[in-house]
C-alpha cells in the first residue's frame, strides 16, 4: 500500500514543497514514468508523481498508478496553489469533489458532476499539525491556517486532500511555507521522528466522524470543533454546495421532497464517500445552524432523519 503525493510543475506553490520534499532522505530518482508522469520513490510506501498540467487535469492517478506499477494505492495527497479574493496569506487542507453538480453541468475546475472523493482521515489531526509546524517556522500569525470546503477535482477513488498554500503568486513562491508543506507531508506520513497521524482503524475508540454541513467556504463553525478536539472529518459542505430552490409562501412549513435544489444528492454523495473513508465508523452531520433559514434548516435536518443520517452537537465529537 503507498501514498502518492502529486505535484506539477506549473504551479510554484505545488513544486517547491515537492522539491522541499525531495530533499529529505531516502528517494530514490527516477521512479516508473507513465503517461508523460515522472515518479519519486522513497521506501515501501511513498510516490512522489510530478506532472505538467494542471493540478485538477489528471483524472484516476491512483487506479493509473496501480494499472502501471501493481502497487496499490492507500491515499492520494495533492500539493496546490489556493486563490481568494482576500489575497491574504493562507496554508489550507480540503477534500474534493462537486456533489452538487448535476450530470452535463460544466466542471470548470475539474471532477466529475455529482461525484466526491472518499476524503482523506488524516485532515483533522494534520491541521492541528500543520498549525503546530506553521508556528515554528514563525508562518503564525502572517500565514492563516485552515481547512476549506469540499470542491474540485480531479477525479480519484481513494482517500484524497489537497494542501495548498495561498493567496498570490509572492506567497506561493515563497521557500519557508513550501518547507513547512513539505514537513506536514514527512512528519504527518511518520517519516520524522514520530510514528504517522491520522491513520483511521475500525478499532479506533473514536469512531464518531464529523460531516460538516452549512457555513463559508472556510468552515469556521466545524473547523472549531476539529481544532479543539482533534475530531475525525470527512466531507465539508458549504451553503454553496447545498442549492436548495426557496419555496416561497405557497407551504406554511415545506417538506424536503417539496424543496428543489441538488442539496439533497450533495448531502447523499458526501455522507456516501466519507462512509466509505471511514469505514466502521460513525458518521454524524454538523450543522452550522446559524447559516440556514428556518426552512433550509428544517428540510435538512428532515431528510438527514429520512437517510438515517445522525446529527452530532459539538459535544458529541469529544
Do not use: C
Request: aromatic share 8%.
Amino acid at each position: 500500500m503507498v501514498t502518492l503525493v502529486v505535484a506539477t510543475t506549473l504551479d510554484p506553490a505545488s513544486i517547491n514543497p515537492a522539491k522541499a520534499l525531495l530533499t529529505m532522505p531516502g528517494w530514490h530518482h527516477p521512479g516508473p514514468l507513465f503517461d508523460g508522469i515522472r515518479s519519486f520513490i522513497n521506501g515501501d510506501k511513498l510516490r512522489l508523481l510530478e506532472h505538467d498540467k494542471s493540478i485538477i487535469a489528471e483524472d484516476d492517478l491512483d487506479q493509473r498508478w496501480e494499472n502501471a506499477t501493481g502497487e496499490i494505492v492507500d491515499e492520494i495527497i495533492f500539493l496546490s496553489k489556493h486563490t481568494a479574493v482576500s489575497n491574504l496569506p493562507a496554508l489550507t487542507i480540503h477534500p474534493i469533489g462537486i456533489p452538487h453538480l448535476k450530470e452535463g453541468d460544466e466542471a470548470p475546475q475539474g471532477g466529475r458532476p455529482g461525484w466526491a472523493a472518499p476524503p482523506s482521515p488524516r485532515m483533522g489531526q494534520w491541521l492541528i499539525l500543520l498549525k503546530k509546524i506553521a508556528q515554528s517556522h514563525n508562518l503564525i500569525p502572517e500565514f492563516e491556517i485552515t481547512l476549506e470546503a469540499t470542491h474540485h477535482g480531479p477525479v480519484t477513488s481513494k482517500p484524497t486532500m489537497f494542501i495548498e498554500i495561498g493567496s498570490t503568486e509572492d506567497y506561493w513562491k515563497r521557500v519557508d511555507a513550501a518547507q513547512v508543506i513539505a514537513l506536514l507531508v514527512w512528519e504527518g506520513l511518520g517519516f520524522g521522528e514520530e510514528a504517522s497521524i491520522g491513520n483511521w482503524s475500525s478499532k479506533s475508540e473514536r469512531k464518531k466522524v464529523l460531516l460538516g454541513i452549512g457555513g463559508g467556504h472556510y468552515v469556521p463553525r466545524h473547523m472549531d470543533i476539529i481544532l479543539k478536539d482533534g475530531a475525525w472529518v470527512g466531507h465539508l459542505l458549504s451553503g454553496y454546495s447545498l442549492p436548495m430552490e426557496d419555496p416561497g409562501q405557497s407551504k406554511a412549513k415545506p417538506r424536503a421532497e417539496d424543496i428543489g435544489g441538488t442539496w439533497k444528492q450533495a448531502i447523499k454523495v458526501a455522507f456516501d464517500a466519507t462512509k466509505a473513508a471511514f469505514p466502521g465508523g460513525e458518521i454524524l452531520a454538523h450543522l452550522d445552524q446559524k447559516s440556514f433559514k428556518s426552512w433550509q434548516k428544517n428540510a435538512i435536518i428532515e431528510f438527514l432523519g429520512q437517510q438515517n443520517i445522525k446529527v452530532g452537537k459539538p459535544a458529541d465529537f469529544h
